[in-house]
């Protein structure tokens, strides 16, 4: 039992008997991969671009960016617009990138506009901004706002009031709101992930169109206040009561049993909501908070086109039938001229762009060409190139009038004046004539050595001076120098040897200088 066979065998057998989950990692299998996709799930979602257009100041371009958070999250939140951007650039973006519908505010000296349009072409819907309500005004208003992330990952739920369809602009703009939004499917929606609503009301009286954005939760129905903070695990203050029924049974009516007994916003769960007592197939009451942002819309006019376009439909201007086929017309024939216009511009690109390679092809040609140099028939030459018979007085006959080429020379830099050079075996000597003009003078004639030369100045030097003949020069590996730092031959001191050169045998030494 004590061997060490037997013991890694126990071991094993230990090991096995644990219980799984302190064992490995399990492996991962494969799952929802039968599962057919949902045929909502494979249709494109429309997405936006929410942008402004010109100045429109801060509270505007912050209301841009609560409406992004409305349109959340099939859209671009982080959409940057610059000033030298137009129109046309954000649709040529917007093909590849799935973009159905653009949101656009600008302003005026009078109103303010916000334009709803549908790509590629149209139509677009034109509304003045009555008024507007920030998202920070509207929170800041409540007493207690109910936000959270988790509600912007998921689309809202659009909720169209009092809209009718008799009228062929109310049913255009039922329309557009539709697809600006994701459809839902009531047979598979999951309830837990509607939460949030965008409401458009339409008040025929004042022919405004109301929007709201509010957070869905649901409630239990039936439970106090007090049960609903027991639920929560939250603590109360029970100091004013003599028992705990006091609390849970007392005479106050929250807002779920005010509302129970209007019989308003009473639902009946067919799936379970987040939430303590949302269960499936039990009552509970829907309730509503405010998210924002406001905004208090007219509609103005509709366009055939993308922010273009015959005008559909005009709130404030009403023409003729014989006024709107005149314009209809206006609008055809620019249309027309533009197509033509567009197809001009390719044929002169094309054209352009054929004569440019044709040019290239024979400016090749001519590089490669060869002419013949030996005819000096100007004559000739003037029939081959420009094609036609020369002037009779033009050329003389048997002389050629073109220019000699020009021979090209060749510059050598400056030489340098050349070096007074000693006399080698090759008997190479120069003047000293040269020597002589910048202050040289003889020393005698005769060939000497650089040392004898030396030797004869210092002691011709040492012999002048007279007591300063302490400075005794001697011969050492590399030349004549003193013993001293200072001496004659050094130097840093002042006696500084005259710059010699040997030409023609001669010694030579500069003239001293006579004060």
Same mark, same amino acid.
């Given at each position: ?21 302190? +064992?490995?990692?399990? =492996? ?22 929410? +942008? ?56 005026? $000296? ?9 790509? !590629?072409?149209?139509? /677009? ?8 309500? &920030? /998202? ?39 329309? +557009? ?17 509607? +939460? ?5 009301? @339409? ?10 954005? @509010? ?7 039936? /439970? ?13 203050? &029970?100091?004013? @009561?003599?028992?705990?029924? $006091? *609390? ?39 309730? &509503? ?80 060409? /060869? *002419? ?7 004559? $000739? ?31 050598? !830099? ?45 002691? =011709? =030097? ?25 001496? &004659? ?8 040897? !005259? ?17």
């Amino acid at each position: 039992l004590t061997s060490p066979r037997v013991l890694t065998w126990l071991k094993t057998i230990f090991r096995s008997c644990i219980h799984p989950l302190q +064992m490995g990692k399990p =492996r991962r299998k494969k799952k929802h991969t039968h599962v057919a996709q949902d045929e909502s799930a494979l249709s494109p979602m429309p997405m936006t671009f929410v +942008m402004e257009r010109g100045k429109v100041g801060g509270a505007l371009t912050q209301l841009v960016l609560d409406l992004r958070q409305v349109m959340e999250p099939f859209t671009a939140s982080k959409l940057r617009v610059r000033q030298r951007n137009v129109l046309k650039d954000f649709v040529q973006v917007a093909g590849p990138l799935g973009v159905t519908h653009f949101i656009i505010v600008s302003k005026t $000296e009078e109103f303010i506009n916000l334009r709803i349009c549908r790509l !590629p072409r149209g139509p /677009t819907v034109t509304f003045h901004v009555k008024a507007f309500c &920030l /998202t920070r005004e509207v929170l800041s208003s409540l007493r207690k706002p109910v936000q959270s992330s988790a509600q912007f990952l998921s689309p809202a739920l659009l909720v169209l009031n009092n809209f009718t369809t008799e009228d062929k602009s109310s049913k255009l703009v039922t329309t +557009m709101l539709q697809n600006m939004f994701p459809s839902i499917n009531i047979q598979s929606v999951k309830l837990a992930e509607i +939460m949030r609503c965008a409401l458009f009301h @339409y008040e025929p009286s004042t022919k405004t169109l109301e929007f709201r954005h @509010y957070n869905i939760r649901a409630v239990p129905k039936g /439970t106090s206040r007090g049960v609903r903070r027991l639920a929560r695990a939250h603590v109360p203050n &029970l100091r004013k @009561y003599q028992d705990i029924s $006091e *609390y849970v049974l007392g005479g106050n009516v929250s807002e779920s049993e005010g509302e129970d007994l209007a019989g308003e916003g009473e639902v009946t769960l067919p799936q379970d909501l987040p939430g303590r007592g949302n269960i499936k197939s039990e009552q509970s009451t829907v309730r &509503l908070s405010e998210l924002g942002p406001r905004l208090s819309l007219q509609l103005v006019k509709i366009e055939s086109g993308l922010c273009g376009g015959e005008v559909l439909h005009h709130e404030f201007v009403h023409k003729s039938r014989q006024e709107a086929r005149r314009l209809r017309k206006r609008v055809e024939e620019q249309r027309r001229l533009k197509e033509s216009r567009k197809r001009l511009q390719e044929a002169n690109v094309s054209r352009k762009r054929r004569e440019r390679e044709a040019h290239k092809q024979k400016s090749l040609a001519g590089q490669h060409k /060869t *002419y013949d140099e030996s005819s000096d028939d100007d004559a $000739e030459w003037y029939r081959q190139e420009v094609g036609e018979e020369p002037e009779p007085d033009a050329f003389v006959p048997g002389k050629s009038t073109q220019k000699r080429k020009a021979k090209t020379r060749t510059f050598s !830099p400056k030489s340098k004046k050349p070096r007074l050079q000693r006399q080698s075996s090759r008997g190479v000597k120069e003047s000293p004539g040269k020597w002589k003009r910048k202050g040289w003078e003889s020393r005698g004639s005769g060939e000497q050595t650089k040392s004898e030369s030396l030797i004869k100045f210092v002691s =011709r =030097r040492s012999r002048q001076q007279g007591s300063k003949g302490d400075r005794v020069p001697h011969k050492s590996s590399k030349g004549v120098s003193s013993r001293r730092g200072g001496g &004659l031959l050094s130097r840093k001191g002042g006696g500084v040897p !005259p710059r010699r050169k040997v030409a023609g045998g001669k010694v030579f030494r500069r003239k001293a200088k006579t004060s």
